[in-house]
């Protein structure tokens, strides 16, 4: 299993020294490029965290944890469907049960078109219903036992990824809509966590170059890979799609101390997309 390669230059400085995260969709989907979720786990874990590592695809988990542990760092993969309650409350607490605290909470999970998401007047119940278990309601009951803990240590931050689909263009609604509920849900647990000394925000990324997003919608439209990363870059003011690089030093930064005077914000990582509606 090969290493990654960070693009970005980031020199670590043990900014989570010794914390416990939780990273949540920390594997990624099959195909070439870097997720957003193994990103932050990996990025976490070079910055002095240790790591647990849940997923649906408990393979996929396995090898970010692998390799995190080939950088001489910690992590232990762990088997999840944020859909699930019992899963969730397993996963949580095998985090405090191993390490004795949780300091850090990332919610990775979401799904769009490979989650069934299709145009409104196309959808079936069963496909929104599973839009909104994984996107929105997992992640509420994600935060409700991460908050469990961390009321009682009366210290934790929460990251949630979102999407800039929340706030521009988006051409699904179950996708777009559960999304704006994880900015509605982050405003409000922030401002009823701040007594607890728990921090809350969330992360909007913009046009992503992760297998999720490109491989889908490449097999989706029927376009090559290279045609679909051309026309999404061409979106972009930056002139590129960003790579899980970027979402994940947002959430290093939200997640380590130097984000502590910072809560109940949504901020996008985009590359300037979403100001360019027209
Ligand atoms: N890639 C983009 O362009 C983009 C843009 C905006 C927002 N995002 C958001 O970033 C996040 C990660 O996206 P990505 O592109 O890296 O996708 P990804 O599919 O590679 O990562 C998501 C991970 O979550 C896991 N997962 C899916 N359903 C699950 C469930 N029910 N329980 C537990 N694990 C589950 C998947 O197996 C995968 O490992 C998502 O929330 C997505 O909505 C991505």
């Given at each position: 299993?090969?290493?990654v390669?960070?693009t970005t ?8 020294d ?7 969709g920390?594997g990624q989907?099959?195909?070439e490029?870097l997720?957003n979720?193994?990103a ?9 965290a ?6 649906r695809s408990i393979d996929?988990a396995?090898?970010?944890a ?10 232990v993969?762990f088997k999840?469907?944020?859909?699930h309650e019992a899963?969730i409350i ?9 390490w004795?605290?949780l300091?850090v909470?990332?919610n990775?999970v979401?799904?769009s ?9 196309e959808?079936t119940e069963?496909?929104f219903?599973?839009i ?11 935060c409700?036992?991460a908050?469990?803990i961390?009321r ?11 999407s800039a689909?929340?706030v521009?263009?988006?051409?699904y609604?179950?996708?777009k ?5 994880v ?11 701040a007594?607890?000394?728990i921090?809350?925000n969330?992360?909007?990324p913009?046009?992503i ?5 490109v491989e ?6 029927g376009?090559s890979?290279?045609?679909l990363?051309?026309e999404r870059?061409?979106k972009?003011?930056?002139g590129r799609?960003?790579t899980?690089w970027?979402?994940?030093n947002l ?18 990582v985009?590359?300037g997309?979403v100001?360019?509606?027209?």
């Open positions: 299993m090969s290493t390669t960070d230059g980031w020199t670590p400085a043990k900014r989570l010794g914390k416990v995260a939780v990273v949540v920390a989907s099959p195909g490029g997720g979720g193994r932050a786990a990996i990025r976490f874990a070079r910055e002095g240790r790591v647990l590592a849940v997923n996929s396995e090898e970010t692998e390799m995190i542990r080939k950088e001489g760092n910690e992590a993969a999840c469907d944020i859909r899963d397993a996963a949580i607490g095998e985090a405090r049960r191993r004795g605290a300091d909470l990332h990775n979401g799904v078109l490979g989650g069934g998401d299709a145009d409104l007047m959808i069963e496909r219903d599973n909104y278990q994984t996107n929105l309601r997992g992640v509420a009951f994600t409700k036992h908050l469990a961390m009682e240590q009366r210290s934790g931050a929460i990251v949630n990824v979102g689909a929340a521009g263009l988006y051409p609604v179950a996708y809509a559960t999304k704006a509920g900015n509605a849900m982050t405003e409000q647990l922030a401002l009823q966590n007594r607890y000394n921090r809350i969330a992360i909007l913009g046009l170059a992760t297998p999720m997003a889908t919608r490449a097999r989706q439209f376009k890979r290279d045609e990363m051309a870059a061409a972009v003011p930056l799609q960003g899980g970027d979402v994940a959430a290093l930064f939200l997640a380590s101390d130097e984000a502590s005077f910072i809560t109940g914000v949504c901020i996008l985009d590359g997309r100001l360019n509606r027209i």
